[in-house]
């Protein structure tokens, strides 16, 4: 099934199952849901940032950033 984002609210799907449908099939790490970028209490992430993304331990460790 194809998922059509700008009716995806309205059916009940989050951001990450439009993403999981759109990019899934390139077969690499999709990375959704932490309390990065914008909204109340998200972390800002400065472009540049150095981070390491082990999608098997599920973990993003952040090696350094520009600021």
């Known amino acids: 099934m194809s998922l059509c984002p700008k009716f995806a ?6 951001v990450i199952d439009v993403l999981r449908d759109r990019l899934g099939v390139l077969g ?6 932490l309390p990065l970028g914008h909204g109340a209490n998200a972390l800002a992430i400065p472009i540049g ?10 973990t993003l460790t952040i090696k350094s950033a520009f600021v």
Do not use: H, N, Y
């Open 9 to 14: 609210s309205s059916k009940g799907l989050t």
């Open 28 to 33: 690499v790490p999709i990375l959704g849901g």
């Open 49 to 58: 940032t150095e981070a390491t993304l082990d999608a098997d331990s599920r």
